[in-house]
């Protein structure tokens, strides 16, 4: 199997099939996928909340009211929606949490590998706590990867799928509680099955000619 083909297939849905919902065994690979989606140093500073019920999606769907009411129909038709939230901060108590698993699962044949992975997390999350001051913005980076991983695999099963951005974050977490977990929402990624009103489904892709986004060094 190629992915080239699931790439060139895969959109963004615009309108979703209400009365359709993901196999369970789908949305469990989906899941498994999404668990082990790669982040700097191993650093995973996001959490995941599955929507799978019609008043979880409403719940997130607020959000959306009254600025982006566009996005409304495609978080309370799809099947599942999946908010991507990233930490608010990452203190040292968490990267010990890390190291921790990692020890547990059998990452480190030795202890000096074990203090060697401890000094490159320590590193890097420093860089951008202290040094560049971007932590926050480093670790919603990581998340975005977590979502490219998602769409991915979401393309492979044949199951539409819809990143957005189009949402109130302010709402959104005070709607979850998110803040009070030490976590921000950033993105919403809506799966499902696409509706005959999908009408991206039709048309053909369209990206940059390839000589002007690919340098052959």
Known sequence: MTLAPVALRRHTTK???PTRTLPPAVLEDLLEVLHNAPSSVNSQPWHFLVAGTPEARARIARATQPHQPYNTAKITDAS???VFATRTGIDDAYLAQVIDQETADGRYPTPEAREGQRGALHHYVDLHRHTLGDVQHWMQKQTYLAVGTLLLAAGVHGIDATPMEGFDAEVLDAELGLRARGFTSVVLV?????????????LPKSRLPREQVFTQL
């Open 15 to 17: 309108a979703y099939d």
């Open 80 to 82: 599942h929606v999946i």
């Open 190 to 202: 809506a799966l499902g099955y696409g509706s005959a009103a999908n009408f991206n489904a039709g």
